[in-house]
T-cell receptor, first 116, second 113 residues
């Protein structure tokens, strides 16, 4: 059972370049999320999706775009990379439990992005 | 605005000691408070969670203490072991905000042998 798979694991970009971080889950989870992790800042929510075709902004969406065409995949697009987007990016998924607020997130292993 | 504030940022504990990590929140609508554990090079994983209708939850050596009136909760790791060395994140979510988790800043725990 793969869980949440992220690719690539590492990437170096030049300022202004574009790229897509891939995320796939095989647990048939409804919810998917993208977080970024910066030292001393914790995990900040970039975008999330409650199902195929539905996405919404999180705390720090500027500079990013997402799409959710299938239940399994939730790619994160960086259009014009900036040094401020240097970070570790985590994709996560969860199943709606029917219990208020009880989303148990399964995280991928992360994608480390450096923008120079 | 940091909705969930976590302290300390780093913690060094001797093997067998008690590790204590604290979190404070502002939004009284939060109704679910998990702790996640992250090892180097890995994604975070759920460790233990609590709801505000109880003041304490224990799972093995890990205990969450919850103080609703003070809007604070803490993680206690009893008999800390070198294998507990990791980064710990507290988080909070509310049903009326779609259950999205808001994370604290993280605490890097090092347990010395």
């Amino acid at each position: 059972n793969a869980g949440v798979t992220q690719t690539p694991k590492f990437r170096i970009l030049k300022i202004g370049q574009s790229m897509t971080l891939q995320c796939a889950q095989d647990m048939n989870h409804n919810y998917m999320y993208w977080y970024r992790q910066d030292p001393g800042m914790g995990l900040k929510l970039i975008y999330y999706s409650v199902g195929a075709g539905i996405t919404d902004k999180g705390e720090v969406p500027n500079g990013y775009n997402v799409s959710r065409s299938t239940t399994e995949d939730f790619p994160l697009r960086l259009e014009l990379a900036a040094p401020s987007q240097t970070s570790v990016y985590f994709c996560a998924s969860s199943r709606t439990t029917g219990t208020a607020g009880a989303n148990v997130l399964t995280f991928g292993a992360g994608s480390r992005l450096t923008v120079l | 605005q940091q909705q969930v504030k976590q302290s300390p940022q780093s913690l060094i504990v001797q093997k067998g000691g008690i590790s204590i990590i604290n979190c404070a929140y502002e939004n009284t609508a939060f109704d679910y408070f998990p702790w996640y554990q992250q090892f180097p090079g890995k994604g975070p994983a759920l460790l233990i969670a609590i709801r505000p209708d109880v003041s304490e939850k224990k799972e093995g050596r890990f205990t969450i203490s919850f103080n609703k009136s003070a809007k604070q909760f803490s993680l206690h790791i009893m008999d800390s072991q070198p294998g507990d060395s990791a980064t710990y994140f507290c988080a909070a979510s509310s049903y009326n905000q779609g259950g999205k988790l808001i994370f604290g800043q993280g605490t890097e725990l090092s347990v010395k042998p």
